[in-house]
């Protein structure tokens, strides 16, 4: 069952998704051994928190368009922090143990799966607000991550060449 949020917490679930993804990011870049492999992750960081200040700009303009609720409390902050860890990297570095930190190839794949399921989720939320303004928000966060995702495959595809 999807459970109803509005326009507002979509957008702040999209954040705390990119703050997610920028933290698990610069976790196994100090657990990694590999220069590459760690190169790599710091720039996939460095992506998430490019996404993150995105969102936080959009949010910034919807609150100042009037939208209602712009300041959660703890609670809130907190379930939106809990449903955005069920969309992106919900295990954790510990999804790559078997994988091993040193193989740019399963980062980059795990990357891509966490990418289709966070582009899956916002589609979602752009269908189903009823707010033509909300629906080109989430349509700028899906394009925004729909180019990510192809640098990502890109990246996978310059990979299997090597």
């Given at each position: 069952m999807f459970h109803v949020f509005s326009d507002l917490?979509?957008?702040?679930?999209?954040i705390e998704m990119e703050r997610r993804g920028e933290s698990f990011y610069r976790h196994a870049a100090r657990v990694s051994k590999s220069e590459e492999?760690?190169?790599?992750?710091?720039?996939?960081?460095?992506?998430?928190?490019?996404?993150?200040?995105?969102?936080e700009r959009l949010l910034s303009a919807e609150c100042a368009r009037g939208?209602?609720?712009?300041a959660y409390d703890d609670e809130t902050n907190a379930y939106l922090t809990a449903i955005a860890a069920e969309v992106v990297f919900p295990k954790g570095l510990m999804a790559l143990r078997d994988e091993g930190f040193e193989n740019p190839e399963a980062v980059l794949l795990h990357a891509i799966a966490s990418e289709k399921d966070s582009i899956l989720f916002y589609t979602e939320m752009q269908q189903r607000t009823g707010d033509d303004h909300s629906r080109g928000?989430?349509?700028e966060i899906v394009r925004q991550e729909r180019g990510h995702l192809f640098r990502l495959q890109r990246?996978?595809?310059q990979l299997a060449k090597e």
């Open positions: 917490e979509g957008i702040r679930i999209a492999t760690v190169e790599m992750l710091l720039a996939l960081a460095n992506e998430e928190q490019y996404h993150r200040a995105e969102f939208m209602s609720d712009c928000v989430f349509g990246r996978l595809a």
